[in-house]
């Protein structure tokens, strides 16, 4: 077991590496999320004021569409 943390004079800097890589795809995955969660709203809150995207109303002059 001693032998997989024998990383030699460098440990301090590989494991502060490994721990600022975390901490960055960490912060990234939350921000995706709250980002993600944000544009979802501000969707909902145009549609409610009738504002429909562009897509919606060229399926609908078409025909073709799924309804969301």
Known sequence: M????DL???????????????LVLGALTAWIQF???RQRQ???DLEAKG????????SA???KG???
Do not use: C, E, N
Not at 2 to 5: K, P, V
């Open 35 to 37: 980002d993600a969660r």
């Open 51 to 58: 504002i429909r995207r562009r897509s919606a109303r060229k």
């Open 8 to 22: 030699g004079p460098h440990a301090g800097f590989i494991l502060a590496a490994y721990g600022v890589a975390t």
């Open 61 to 63: 002059a078409t025909g």
């Open 66 to 68: 799924t309804s969301q």
């Open 2 to 5: 001693s032998s997989l943390l």
């Open 42 to 44: 501000m969707l909902t």
